[in-house]
């Protein structure tokens, strides 16, 4: 067998060098325009490590791979730079990135502050200069565009079942084909990101916030004081001018003169240059005795502030109360926080979930309806998992696939031991007087049970159908690992509370039969007839038990989590974060990258089956 040294290996690619423009150089695998190898020799050791000092967050394990990748493809040419100068597309993403946060991100993540310098640099044509600029670029900009299209954090880090793996570019390709050569980045990010106008619109309103938030910055203005009781309109106010100026902050209260709700013309007047800001209401306007004219809490202020109640979830009835001064008082940089990781969720949102035909948003204890042309149908409210005892309901996206009329309930075990069997041993008729039975584990009824058997798990407890039934009469399938689902309930007084997290999990309609119609609509029954709102009634209070009916088209449905929901006339609400949910997110973000994928075991996870 012939030999070849190393000398004769160089020398025989010189040869080839000499016969074919390519030499011994690698296939090209990328369509970008091509650029210079003059750096290739600097370029591959940056290549090999995970650890590069020259970035804000240096390490780089997660996207090492992909980077060798880039530059393999690319035979070591650079991508970013030509004859000196930055490309077009590298000015582009170095805007990009000054911009992230209006996209919910960081700019320092993707190095913002440092690529001034890096350009300075450049001037000197030194091979360290171009090549560190060359790959921090490439380095950002796959961070930067995986960041957009499927967030920072996988969900399932959370144990939320929400699969971002078939959003996932392939990075090398993706950024060597589509963004080196791009001529209008802004095109192309919105091409990355979630094709939903939930989304774009959510991306508006932090554009707002974000100027509310330096508006507020700039102003410095003292919180709200505290009251030690609910305010009514008629009420003494010294804190009105503060108050006017923080509803209309974010445009709860207009800047128009208040309206005469009040009797006593010196009281008008002095809220009238109060609500303005008017210099001289500063100082009491008289009464016709001569004494000064009380600030008071107006009608006007009332009614913006129960606008403003109504975007928080509160009970909307105009008070001033101490709940809605803990809010007013909560900064603009925190609404801004709450939009972000709005916008991080939705960028975990398979495409085909990213335009859901049914939402429930957890912390606002509402559901959304969406038409096939993703426009909001309907709203109804909700009771979710209840925040004590492990019972959060967790976020996830599935296919809601048939509907169960008149259900049974298999009362999970932990529930079995902890509430039932108490009541078992002290009376042995207990279950039959509350509508369960025992069943075996093929739903077989089995009346010779011990309550041993039964607190052993060996025997099942069901609740049976009908109106008292924990599931109420209707349920609402979308098989997923937590046998999670809506249901019907026989509790609907808990639906006017305006705080709904009452359930182990599971999630109770308000209007179970019109949701029945929605859900069913197009579809027929077994004798040809529309499930129409009395077809559905019928099936819930006189027809057959555990009668199921498959969805003939399933829909997307997802368990979402919004702390910041904006509307469609723009209007933006806000909620408290129930789960901790975003804490929990807030405090994995700041360590910054690269993120955790794996699940992390001290999540909460919802107990299999104890959902109702």
């Known amino acids: 067998m012939l030999k070849l040294s190393r000398r004769s290996i160089g020398?025989?690619?010189?040869?080839?060098?000499?016969?074919?423009?390519?030499?011994?150089?690698?296939?090209?695998?990328?369509?970008?325009?091509?650029?210079?190898?003059?750096?290739?020799?600097?370029?591959?050791?940056?290549?090999?490590?995970?650890?590069?000092?020259?970035?804000?967050?240096?390490?780089?394990?997660?996207?090492?791979?992909?980077?060798?990748?880039?530059?393999?493809?690319?035979?070591?040419?650079?991508?970013?730079?030509?004859?000196?100068?930055?490309?077009?597309?590298?000015?582009?993403?170095?805007?990009?990135?000054?911009?992230?946060?209006?996209?919910?991100?960081?700019?320092?993540?993707?190095?913002?502050?440092?690529?001034?310098?890096?350009?300075?640099?450049?001037?000197?044509?030194?091979?360290?200069?171009?090549?560190?600029?060359?790959?921090?670029?490439?380095?950002?900009?796959?961070?930067?565009?995986?960041?957009?299209?499927?967030?920072?954090?996988?969900?399932?880090?959370?144990?939320?079942?929400?699969?971002?793996?078939?959003?996932?570019?392939?990075?090398?390709?993706?950024?060597?084909?589509?963004?080196?050569?791009?001529?209008?980045?802004?095109?192309?990010?919105?091409?990355?990101?979630?094709n939903s106008e939930l989304y774009r619109r959510?991306?508006?309103?932090?554009?707002?916030?974000?100027?509310?938030?330096?508006?507020?910055?700039?102003?410095?203005?003292?919180?709200?004081?505290?009251?030690?009781?609910?305010?009514?309109?008629?009420?003494?106010?010294?804190?009105?001018?503060?108050?006017?100026?923080?509803?209309?902050?974010?445009?709860?209260?207009?800047?128009?003169?208040?309206?005469?709700?009040?009797?006593?013309?010196?009281?008008?007047?002095?809220?009238?240059?109060?609500?303005?800001?008017?210099?001289?209401?500063?100082?009491?306007?008289?009464?016709?005795?001569?004494?000064?004219?009380?600030?008071?809490?107006?009608?006007?202020?009332?009614?913006?502030?129960?606008?403003?109640?109504?975007?928080?979830?509160?009970?909307?009835?105009?008070?001033?109360?101490?709940?809605?001064?803990?809010?007013?008082?909560?900064?603009?940089?925190?609404?801004?926080?709450?939009?972000?990781?709005?916008?991080?969720?939705?960028?975990?949102?398979?495409?085909?979930?990213?335009?859901?035909?049914?939402?429930?948003?957890?912390?606002?204890?509402?559901?959304?309806g969406y038409t096939p042309d993703n426009t909001l149908d309907f709203t109804m409210r909700v009771v979710v998992g209840q925040v004590m005892g492990e019972h959060q309901t967790p976020v996830f996206a599935h296919m809601m696939r048939y509907l169960v009329f008149r259900p049974y309930w298999t009362v999970p075990i932990s529930i079995t031991r902890k509430e039932l069997v108490p009541h078992m041993q002290a009376n042995k008729g207990y279950l039959a007087s509350k509508n369960f039975e025992v069943v075996t584990a093929k739903g077989q009824p089995y009346p010779n049970y011990t309550v041993q058997q039964v607190a052993q798990g060996s025997v099942m407890v069901r609740e049976k159908p009908g109106p008292k039934n924990s599931l109420g009469l209707v349920k609402f399938m979308f098989p997923n690992q937590y046998d999670i689902y809506l249901h019907s309930t026989p509790a609907p007084q808990l639906f006017s509370r305006t705080r709904r997290d009452f359930s182990h999990g599971c999630i109770r309609v308000q209007k179970p039969e019109d949701l029945a119609v929605w859900v069913l609509d197009g579809q027929k029954d077994k004798d040809g007839e529309e499930w129409d709102l009395d077809k559905v009634h019928d099936a819930m209070y006189d027809g057959d038990d555990n009668h199921q009916v498959n969805l003939k088209t399933p829909l997307p449905i997802v368990i979402f989590y919004m702390t910041a929901e904006v509307e469609e006339d723009g209007s933006v609400h806000f909620f408290d974060d129930i789960y901790h949910y975003d804490e929990q997110m807030e405090k994995v973000l700041e360590k910054g990258p690269p993120y955790p994928i794996k699940p992390d075991p001290i999540a909460p996870k919802p107990k299999p089956g104890d959902t109702v």
């Open 11 to 194: 020398a025989l690619c010189t040869l080839t060098l000499l016969l074919s423009a390519d030499g011994c150089r690698r296939h090209r695998k990328t369509t970008s325009a091509p650029n210079t190898t003059s750096y290739s020799d600097a370029i591959e050791p940056l290549t090999e490590t995970t650890h590069l000092p020259f970035l804000r967050w240096p390490d780089i394990t997660d996207y090492q791979p992909l980077v060798k990748t880039f530059y393999d493809d690319r035979n070591d040419e650079i991508a970013w730079t030509r004859d000196g100068n930055p490309t077009p597309a590298a000015m582009g993403f170095m805007t990009a990135f000054a911009q992230a946060e209006l996209h919910g991100l960081h700019p320092d993540d993707y190095d913002a502050r440092k690529w001034e310098d890096r350009m300075r640099a450049l001037t000197g044509r030194r091979d360290k200069d171009v090549v560190q600029f060359d790959i921090a670029m490439t380095v950002n900009v796959m961070r930067f565009i995986s960041d957009l299209r499927v967030g920072r954090v996988n969900p399932q880090h959370f144990n939320f079942d929400i699969n971002v793996a078939d959003k996932k570019y392939n990075l090398a390709e993706f950024v060597s084909d589509n963004a080196v050569d791009a001529t209008d980045v802004p095109a192309l990010i919105k091409k990355v990101e979630p």
């Open 202 to 368: 959510t991306e508006q309103a932090l554009a707002r916030y974000l100027d509310l938030e330096r508006k507020q910055v700039q102003e410095d203005a003292d919180p709200l004081p505290e009251y030690e009781r609910a305010l009514n309109v008629g009420d003494t106010f010294d804190d009105a001018t503060a108050l006017t100026q923080r509803l209309q902050l974010e445009g709860d209260l207009d800047g128009g003169d208040p309206d005469g709700d009040l009797d006593g013309d010196a009281s008008r007047n002095t809220q009238a240059g109060a609500d303005r800001g008017d210099d001289d209401a500063k100082q009491p306007a008289k009464t016709r005795s001569g004494k000064p004219a009380p600030k008071v809490y107006t009608k006007r202020l009332s009614e913006a502030v129960k606008k403003y109640q109504s975007r928080h979830g509160f009970t909307e009835d105009g008070k001033l109360t101490s709940q809605t001064i803990a809010s007013l008082n909560v900064p603009m940089s925190e609404r801004v926080q709450q939009l972000d990781n709005t916008l991080e969720r939705w960028r975990w949102l398979p495409d085909k979930y990213v335009n859901p035909r049914l939402m429930v948003n957890l912390p606002e204890f509402v559901l959304r």
